[in-house]
Protein backbone atom coordinates (compact mmCIF):
# COMPACT_ATOMS: atom_id res chain seq x y z
CA UNK A 1 0.00 0.00 0.00
CA UNK A 2 2.81 2.32 0.65
CA UNK A 3 4.09 1.76 -2.79
CA UNK A 4 0.58 2.66 -4.14
CA UNK A 5 1.01 6.11 -2.28
CA UNK A 6 3.73 7.04 -3.19
CA UNK A 7 3.18 6.22 -6.74
CA UNK A 8 -0.01 8.22 -6.48
CA UNK A 9 2.15 11.14 -4.39
CA UNK A 10 4.66 11.38 -7.45
CA UNK A 11 1.92 11.36 -9.95
CA UNK A 12 0.44 13.92 -8.10
CA UNK A 13 3.35 16.12 -7.87
CA UNK A 14 4.32 15.78 -11.65
CA UNK A 15 0.75 16.38 -12.38
CA UNK A 16 1.11 19.76 -10.72
CA UNK A 17 4.57 20.51 -11.38
CA UNK A 18 3.73 19.72 -15.27
CA UNK A 19 0.87 22.26 -14.51
CA UNK A 20 2.42 24.82 -12.91
CA UNK A 21 4.60 24.58 -16.17
CA UNK A 22 2.00 24.80 -18.83
CA UNK A 23 0.64 27.68 -16.62
CA UNK A 24 3.88 29.27 -16.75
CA UNK A 25 4.49 29.03 -20.24
CA UNK A 26 1.05 30.07 -21.33
CA UNK A 27 1.63 33.22 -18.79
CA UNK A 28 5.27 33.54 -20.01
CA UNK A 29 3.76 33.96 -23.62
CA UNK A 30 1.20 35.93 -22.87
CA UNK A 31 3.42 39.12 -21.46
CA UNK A 32 5.34 38.32 -24.59
CA UNK A 33 2.46 38.80 -26.58
CA UNK A 34 1.26 42.11 -24.91
CA UNK A 35 5.07 43.54 -25.34
CA UNK A 36 5.22 42.93 -28.88
CA UNK A 37 1.98 44.47 -29.13
CA UNK A 38 3.15 47.57 -27.63
CA UNK A 39 6.60 47.88 -29.37
CA UNK A 40 4.61 47.37 -33.10
CA UNK A 41 2.26 50.10 -31.71
CA UNK A 42 5.37 52.50 -30.43
CA UNK A 43 6.67 51.73 -34.21
CA UNK A 44 3.50 52.30 -36.01
CA UNK A 45 3.29 55.82 -34.11
CA UNK A 46 7.01 56.27 -34.90
CA UNK A 47 6.43 55.55 -38.48
CA UNK A 48 3.07 57.81 -38.89
CA UNK A 49 5.19 60.74 -36.95
CA UNK A 50 7.77 60.61 -39.41
CA UNK A 51 5.32 60.21 -42.73
CA UNK A 52 3.23 63.03 -41.21
CA UNK A 53 6.71 64.99 -40.87
CA UNK A 54 7.07 64.65 -44.46
CA UNK A 55 4.14 65.13 -45.86
CA UNK A 56 3.65 68.59 -43.43
CA UNK A 57 7.34 69.86 -45.16
CA UNK A 58 6.69 68.65 -48.77
CA UNK A 59 3.64 71.02 -48.59
CA UNK A 60 5.18 73.88 -46.70
CA UNK A 61 7.80 74.13 -49.18
CA UNK A 62 4.86 73.69 -52.45
CA UNK A 63 3.33 76.66 -50.40
CA UNK A 64 6.04 78.29 -49.57
CA UNK A 65 7.96 78.37 -53.27
CA UNK A 66 4.19 79.21 -55.15
CA UNK A 67 4.40 76.12 -57.55
CA UNK A 68 0.79 76.30 -58.26
CA UNK A 69 0.93 79.84 -58.34
CA UNK A 70 3.82 79.74 -60.91
CA UNK A 71 1.89 77.01 -63.61
CA UNK A 72 -1.55 79.23 -62.98
CA UNK A 73 0.00 82.48 -64.09
CA UNK A 74 1.64 80.60 -66.88
CA UNK A 75 -1.23 78.95 -67.90
CA UNK A 76 -3.24 82.62 -67.75
CA UNK A 77 -0.64 84.41 -69.89
CA UNK A 78 -0.78 80.97 -72.64
CA UNK A 79 -4.38 81.68 -72.90
CA UNK A 80 -3.74 85.41 -73.62
CA UNK A 81 -1.52 84.05 -76.34
CA UNK A 82 1.93 85.37 -75.15
CA UNK A 83 4.52 83.07 -75.99
CA UNK A 84 5.99 81.92 -72.06
CA UNK A 85 7.82 79.35 -71.97
CA UNK A 86 7.07 76.80 -69.30
CA UNK A 87 8.57 77.44 -65.90
CA UNK A 88 11.61 75.33 -65.06
CA UNK A 89 11.98 74.72 -61.28
CA UNK A 90 14.53 72.26 -61.56
CA UNK A 91 12.64 69.44 -59.59
CA UNK A 92 14.32 66.67 -58.33
CA UNK A 93 13.23 63.84 -56.52
CA UNK A 94 15.57 61.29 -54.20
CA UNK A 95 13.60 58.23 -53.03
CA UNK A 96 16.30 57.45 -50.92
CA UNK A 97 15.59 60.68 -48.72
CA UNK A 98 11.95 60.03 -48.53
CA UNK A 99 10.56 58.33 -45.13
CA UNK A 100 8.12 56.78 -47.75
CA UNK A 101 9.88 55.01 -49.74
CA UNK A 102 12.64 54.09 -47.00
CA UNK A 103 9.71 52.68 -45.09
CA UNK A 104 7.71 51.26 -48.01
CA UNK A 105 7.49 47.52 -46.28
CA UNK A 106 6.07 48.77 -43.09
CA UNK A 107 3.24 51.35 -44.64
CA UNK A 108 0.69 48.54 -44.60
CA UNK A 109 0.71 48.35 -40.81
CA UNK A 110 -0.76 51.78 -40.81
CA UNK A 111 -4.55 51.55 -39.38
CA UNK A 112 -6.98 51.40 -42.06
CA UNK A 113 -7.27 53.68 -44.37
CA UNK A 114 -4.25 55.71 -43.66
CA UNK A 115 -1.73 53.13 -46.13
CA UNK A 116 -4.08 53.19 -49.43
CA UNK A 117 -4.34 57.21 -48.89
CA UNK A 118 -0.86 56.83 -48.30
CA UNK A 119 -0.56 55.13 -51.48
CA UNK A 120 -2.57 57.42 -53.28
CA UNK A 121 -0.98 60.22 -52.34
CA UNK A 122 2.56 59.26 -53.54
CA UNK A 123 1.51 57.92 -56.65
CA UNK A 124 -0.45 61.61 -57.28
CA UNK A 125 2.82 63.50 -55.79
CA UNK A 126 4.51 61.22 -58.45
CA UNK A 127 2.65 62.21 -61.45
CA UNK A 128 3.01 65.77 -60.21
CA UNK A 129 6.73 65.48 -60.49
CA UNK A 130 6.64 63.53 -63.60
CA UNK A 131 5.02 66.53 -65.06
CA UNK A 132 7.81 68.83 -63.74
CA UNK A 133 10.38 67.00 -64.83
CA UNK A 134 8.82 67.43 -68.51
CA UNK A 135 8.51 70.82 -67.91
CA UNK A 136 12.19 71.25 -67.05
CA UNK A 137 13.18 69.39 -69.92
CA UNK A 138 11.73 71.98 -72.26
CA UNK A 139 9.37 68.61 -73.62
CA UNK A 140 6.21 70.84 -72.94
CA UNK A 141 7.46 74.20 -74.93
CA UNK A 142 7.55 71.69 -78.31
CA UNK A 143 3.84 71.16 -77.79
CA UNK A 144 0.67 73.11 -79.79
CA UNK A 145 -0.75 75.83 -77.73
CA UNK A 146 -3.81 74.13 -76.95
CA UNK A 147 -1.79 71.11 -75.88
CA UNK A 148 0.08 73.43 -73.49
CA UNK A 149 -3.18 74.78 -72.10
CA UNK A 150 -4.35 71.26 -71.78
CA UNK A 151 -1.47 69.81 -70.16
CA UNK A 152 -1.37 72.25 -67.29
CA UNK A 153 -4.87 72.37 -66.79
CA UNK A 154 -4.64 69.13 -66.17
CA UNK A 155 -1.09 69.17 -64.28
CA UNK A 156 -2.96 72.18 -62.09
CA UNK A 157 -6.29 69.70 -61.45
CA UNK A 158 -3.99 66.77 -60.21
CA UNK A 159 -1.56 68.98 -58.32
CA UNK A 160 -5.11 70.21 -56.29
CA UNK A 161 -6.08 66.87 -56.14
CA UNK A 162 -2.65 66.28 -54.33
CA UNK A 163 -2.67 69.00 -52.02
CA UNK A 164 -6.26 67.94 -51.01
CA UNK A 165 -5.30 64.03 -50.32
CA UNK A 166 -2.19 65.15 -48.72
CA UNK A 167 -3.84 67.48 -46.06
CA UNK A 168 -6.31 64.51 -45.89
CA UNK A 169 -3.68 61.92 -45.34
CA UNK A 170 -1.70 64.52 -42.84
CA UNK A 171 -4.99 64.53 -40.34
CA UNK A 172 -5.14 60.51 -40.38
CA UNK A 173 -1.32 60.22 -39.98
CA UNK A 174 -1.54 63.29 -36.96
CA UNK A 175 -4.52 60.75 -35.39
CA UNK A 176 -1.84 57.87 -35.56
CA UNK A 177 0.71 59.25 -34.32
CA UNK A 178 -1.21 59.70 -31.05
CA UNK A 179 -2.78 56.62 -30.62
Given at each position: ????????????????????????????QFGTS?????????????????????????????????????????LDSIK????????????????????????????????????????????????????????????????????????????????????????????????????
Open positions: MDIINQNIGALMAASIGLAGAVVGGVISIQERKREARSSRGLAAALLAEVRATLHVEEALGYRSMYEDTQGNAVAMPNISFEMNPARSVYYSNLARIGTLPPPISEKIVRLYYEFETVVADRMCMDRGEWDKQELSQRISMLEYHLKIYDAYVDLAQDVAGHLETASKK
